[in-house]
């Protein structure tokens, strides 16, 4: 993938842009029928073509960074331009289905809002999006506050004994909650495998049977559908026995979890959409900060002036204490080093869809069905739009500018997507991962281990590393200042220590 996308990024180099080919799998130099016949419209495509490449070979214009990608009988056209990822995300967001994604994805989210298409989409959504208002994030804050603890005291074990620590998985645990680690772990790995598998082998009758592997992920499937379930029909309970009125900034006290806000609202849903929708958010809301945080340290480990300038910061703002929602706006700094990591690592590193019409994109038709990576791992490194691409600079993102988003940086710049599918966790996203950044660095300096294996990136759902980030932990010798020891109204359990 990332050797393809390398290629994609010579601007007027038709090379590229003839390698497209079409989704059924055939090249534009295959186009001839079984009997070695070319068909009036082949010709006329392939004329069409030629033309093209001819003015794009003469520098008539540029084009627009697209490529075409096959895996097996696989074919995806690669958008790589700022503009055409705006026109297919936002201006006509309607014409494109999420397509193989959704295929991909069906075993393990069915119907949830990242696979849904159509009006079960339009519906949920609408449903969803209110149960992440500000008050539950900022209720959250104080969750990201106590998990990140917990990691701290891992970390603190492992520096007192001189271990080293495998980052990665520590990440993930700690973005993890409700389900044990494992089950979701390999339902997850299943389907990054099954969207590179040209044959879909889980699909087979016996061999879904008798495969140890397709077991073992059935089996993980159950417990995790078994735990969800469950947790429905607690929560069901609970809600028919409160009194509270459900409002637009509704929160029970006790659960102020998603799935309490989505049955209290009253909506009429299956357990299993629910089931979906949760599954959904589960998976999209642990991997993704998992990985920002693996990419954050990593890069970090790199640039110790940028750690520098990150704990000088956190010791100010924070002291002492656990983060609260207040902080979120001080930490200026501390956002823009995940802003800047989800520009060198954004998760996902690229979006999927499927025209569900012919359409033009800049100058060149595609016809429906057509499958499209908008790569936003080539807009985001690519040296035609960014001073410095491949360097980690948060600098770049001035402090007392607005927070960078798709909008402000004219789709160049897609962290969290755009239009209206744009993620809709992109503000529990950020601030987890800023309160989960600012209390490690708080507490500890960190370095990749002396010895461990180099980091070498791979990519599924997100960009991960093939043999974790091994680091070595030390406690930080100068103690932090303390300015204040005050919670917010919205605080964490006050019998937690963060010594
Ligand atoms: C969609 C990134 C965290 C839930 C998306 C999309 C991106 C994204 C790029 C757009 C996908 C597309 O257009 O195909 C991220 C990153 C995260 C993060 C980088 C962490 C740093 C979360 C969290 C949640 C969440 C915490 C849930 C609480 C969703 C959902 C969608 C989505 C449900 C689908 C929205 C729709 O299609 O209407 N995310 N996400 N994400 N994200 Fe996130």
Redesign the pocket.
Known sequence: FFQCSSKTTHRGSSSSFIAYSSSNGRSSNDSVDDAGVKSVEQLVEEKKRAELSARIASGEFTVKQESGLNFGPKSFLIVSDPAIAKHI?KDNAKGYS?GI?AEILDFVMGK???P?DGEI?KVR?RT?VPA?HLKFVAAMIGLFGQATDRLCKKLDAAASDGEDVEMESLFSRLTLDIIGKAAVYTVLREAEDRSVSPIPVWDLPIWKDISPRQRKVAAALKLVNDTLNNLIAICKRMVDEEELQFHEEYMNEQDPS?LHFLLASGDDVTSKQLRD?LM??LI???E??A??LTWTFYLLSKEPSVMSKLQEEVDSVLGDRFPTIEDMKKLKYTTRVINES?RLY???PV???RSLDNDVLGEYPIKRGEDIFIS?WNLHRSPTLWDGADKFDPERWPLDGPNPNETNQNFKY?????????????M???Y??IVALAMLVRRFNFQMAIGAPPVVMTTGATIHTTQGLNMTVTRRTKPPIVPSLQMSTLEVDPSISIS
Do not use: N, Y
């Open positions: 995300l999420k994604l949830g809002l990242i849904a989409w959504r969803i992440l998603i929708d959904t958010m999209a809301g642990h993704t900060s990985a920002v989800l954004p998760q996902p979006l999927i869809r936003v897609l962290p969290f997507g755009g239009g209206p599918r744009k993620c809709i966790g992109d529990f996203a950020s987890e991962t």
